[in-house]
C-alpha cells in the first residue's frame, strides 16, 4: 500500500475532523447535496481529513459510514492521529469505544458514548490500516496536520509500506538513537528532580532543556508521527496544559511552506465563532494569529484547516449547550466552506 496515494480527479467536497460526530456528519452531507449513499448529481465525490473518531457519541457509526463510501469508490480518506493511536493499540482519552474494556467510562466526560461490537474491531483495524497518510494530485495535497516537503519525502520511501510496521520502525530508531545519545538518561533526571510537580498547575517550573530535547525529538525524527499530529519545537518558556508541564510547543508550519500547490488540512482546532480556547483546554500559542476563520493560511495563502473543532462538542453538552463549534467542508475547486447547523 502507498503511503501517500493519488487524489481522485473531478470536484469534491473535503470534510473536516469529524470526531464520533454522526448527526452533524449525516447533516453536512445532505446540505452538500449527497445522498445516503454517497452519489452527488454532479458527480462530486467526499475527502475525509482523518481523526473520524473518539469523544463523540457513535464513532463506530462514522467509521462504517465512511469506509462504506470508500469501499463504494464514493470517498477518500486520510489517516488522523486518533485513527493511527487505534492502530497501534494506544489507549489515549476519548477511544475507550474501541477497546474491550472502555476507560473513558470512568471519566464521566463522554456520555453515552457507543462502543464497537467485539466482531467489528477487526475490520475497523483492516479500514484504518488501508488509509494512507496523505493524497496528493497535481493541484492539491490533502493531509491530516503537516505537509513538509522533507518530511513528506521520507514517506515517499515507504511506497508499499505497512504504517504500523513502518512507525514502528521509525520508533526503534529514535529510541535506540536517544538512549546512545544519553538524551533519555538527561531526561530522566529533570524528571527526578521535579516529579509530581511536573503535574501540578500552580507549580513554578523553568525551562528544562532535556526534557524538551527528548519531547522535539520524539515528534519530529519519526515522519508518520509529523504527518498526522504536527510539527513541535522547544518552546521558549514551559506552559501548562492537558495536566502537565511542556517543554515543546506547536508550530504554524504552514508559514514555512512554500510551494503553489494548495494542501488541505484537519487537525488544528479552528473555531468558527470567537471562544475562550482555554475553556476548551488549548493552552500555547494560537496557531491561527487572528486569522479570520474562513482564511486560508501560510506565506502564499494555499493552506486550508477545515478542522472547526466539532469534536469539543462533547464538553459543550456538558455545558448543556448550544454548540458553538461545527463541522465543515470545504468545496474544490471552489473553494467555498459549508457547516453542518447552519
Known sequence: ??????????????????????????????????????????????????????????????????????????????????????????????????????????????????????????????????????????????????????????????????????????????????????????????????????????ARIPMLPNIATLDQARQMANPLRVVTSGVERATAAPFYASGKWRMVERVAWWNEYESDVPVVMGHYWRWPVPVDRAAFGKAGPDLFDGAPFDEPLGARQNVYCIDYSVGRRFQERLKGGPFQTRLGALRWPERELVFDGL
Request: net charge negative.
Open 1 to 202: 500500500m502507498a503511503l501517500i496515494a493519488p487524489l481522485m480527479d473531478g470536484p469534491i467536497d473535503l470534510i473536516g475532523d469529524i470526531h464520533g460526530e454522526i448527526d452533524a456528519l449525516r447533516d453536512l452531507v445532505e446540505r452538500l447535496g449527497y445522498s445516503e449513499s454517497g452519489h452527488h448529481p454532479d458527480g462530486r465525490r467526499l475527502v475525509f481529513v482523518g481523526d473520524l473518531c473518539d469523544r463523540g457519541p457513535d464513532s463506530p457509526a462514522v467509521v462504517a459510514f465512511v469506509a462504506g463510501l470508500v469501499e463504494a469508490g464514493q470517498a477518500q480518506c486520510v489517516l488522523g492521529n486518533h485513527e493511527l493511536n487505534i492502530l497501534r493499540g494506544e489507549r489515549r482519552e476519548g477511544n475507550g469505544w474501541f477497546f474491550e474494556h472502555d476507560h473513558d467510562k470512568e471519566e464521566g466526560k463522554f456520555l453515552n458514548c457507543a462502543t464497537v461490537p467485539a466482531d467489528m474491531r477487526s475490520p475497523i483495524l483492516d479500514f484504518f490500516s488501508s488509509l494512507p497518510v496523505a493524497l496528493e494530485g497535481p493541484g492539491l495535497r490533502v493531509v491530516h496536520a503537516c505537509w513538509q516537503e522533507d518530511v513528506i519525502g521520507l514517506v515517499r520511501t515507504e511506497a508499499d509500506g505497512d504504517t504500523s510496521i513502518s512507525f514502528e520502525r521509525w520508533e526503534e530508531e529514535l529510541h535506540d538513537r536517544l538512549h546512545a545519545e544519553g538524551i533519555f538518561a538527561a531526561a530522566e533526571t529533570e524528571q527526578a528532580e521535579f516529579g509530581a510537580l511536573l503535574h501540578e498547575a500552580s
